[in-house]
């Protein structure tokens, strides 16, 4: 069973920034895609940002220009990097791995974004 394990939220001004990561362990399998989503306040979760294997990136529009994921494929990890940060990002970000027709998700790590 993979393991998947975020860290890095925490309470940030508006325009702060943040590190996500997401350590993923306990498969043999290669991963497809990593990805990060989240769920803010009375919404539906969405996601933010993936990558896949062959390292192509995606972004939900509202995160362009102000996202980077990036992966560490030797280490099975992933990391979101947020800068500019606003209101409208505050949610509980999960990290999500896709190995063949298995999905896994993280616990999730609450970001704040709040003056």
């Known amino acids: 069973q993979v393991q998947v394990v975020e860290s890095g939220g925490g309470l940030v001004q508006p325009g702060g920034s943040l590190r996500l990561s997401c350590a993923v362990s306990?498969?043999?399998?290669?991963?497809?895609?990593m990805g990060w989503y989240r769920q803010g306040p009375g919404k539906e979760r969405e996601v933010v940002a993936f990558?896949?294997?062959?390292?192509?990136?995606n972004y939900v529009d509202s995160v362009k220009g102000r996202f980077t994921i990036s992966r560490d494929s030797a280490k099975n990890a992933v990391y979101l990097q947020m800068n500019s940060l606003k209101p409208m990002d505050t949610a509980v970000y999960y990290c999500n791995v896709s190995v063949g027709s298995h999905r896994y998700w993280g616990q999730g790590t609450l970001v704040t974004v709040s003056s």
């Open positions: 306990g498969s043999s399998f290669s991963i497809d895609a």
């Open positions: 990558i896949t294997s062959g390292g192509s990136t």
